[in-house]
């Protein structure tokens, strides 16, 4: 690897400087972390996978015009992405109960919700990412009432489109977890694009025949098999060949 700037290194990914101004490379690791980087290991492969499943989606979502700082891929482990401001929020959409909504309601795990929900938590490792209010967001300025309005909005908008992107492929989408950040124009005019990753490190995915979890609770659980039930997801949705090598997908994702 040549050497060039590191700007960030997080527990998925590190980000360099980019090759033009205003962009970042996302290299993608195998390291899988649970519980607050409380459990750690290395998995052989993982970087690879949710590189080209992330890749896929945000393509997929780029197209549908849901805006995101995906501009392309530039090898099996790095993508190309425009710089943003990132929210101090992650926002959890949850279709059916599983983690820690089932523990706060009681609810059996794999019991479909009433609706689709969002959730908000704090980003912040040291206090362990914590729930936070829409109150709580404005009174601390995270984020504005529209902010918070148009992440409602992605976030249902993006989840449409994967619950069906997956069904099509006998994937049930349990839940997920999106980030967001501020793009800004020539004119310091913010708008709101979604960041970070979209894969099975950020998702829960189930098996819809048999409730297999295909997801990173193989690794928070210690099922076993985590990389193999990433490759996959990522055969089932066209992104790995039977032979399990990665293959170039629609050309919109070269």
Not at 141 to 155: C, E, K, R, V, Y
């Amino acid at each position: 690897m040549s050497r060039r700037k590191k700007i960030y290194e997080g527990k998925a990914k590190i980000l360099y400087e980019g090759p033009e101004p205003g962009t970042l490379v996302a290299h993608f690791k195998d390291d899988a972390t649970a519980f607050n980087n409380k459990k750690h290991a290395t998995l052989e492969g993982k970087g690879v996978l949710n590189n080209r499943i992330s890749e896929f989606i945000m393509t997929h979502l780029n197209n549908i015009g849901v805006p995101t700082h995906f501009i392309r891929r530039l090898n099996m482990r790095e993508q190309l992405v425009r710089e943003v401001e990132i929210v101090p929020l992650e926002v959890v959409v949850r279709n059916v109960a599983a983690g820690s909504i089932a523990k706060r309601f009681g609810l059996e795990e794999g019991e479909p919700l009433p609706r689709s929900i969002v959730e908000f938590y704090y980003k912040n490792d040291a206090l362990e990412d914590p729930m936070v209010s829409e109150e709580h967001i404005t009174a601390f300025n995270w984020a504005t009432t529209q902010d918070i309005d148009d992440m409602i909005a992605l976030s249902l908008r993006v989840n449409d489109f994967m619950s069906g992107l997956f069904a099509g492929a006998g994937i049930r989408l349990i839940d997920f977890k999106l980030e967001f950040g501020r793009l800004y124009d020539q004119n310091d005019i913010p708008r709101l694009v979604l960041a970070d990753e979209i894969s099975p490190d950020s998702c829960r995915l189930w098996d819809m025949a048999t409730n297999e979890k295909m997801d990173k609770d193989r690794f928070r659980r210690d099922l076993g098999n985590v990389t193999e039930a990433y490759a996959e997801v990522a055969r089932r949705l066209g992104i790995m060949k039977e032979s399990g090598q990665a293959s170039d997908g629609p050309e919109a994702v070269k």
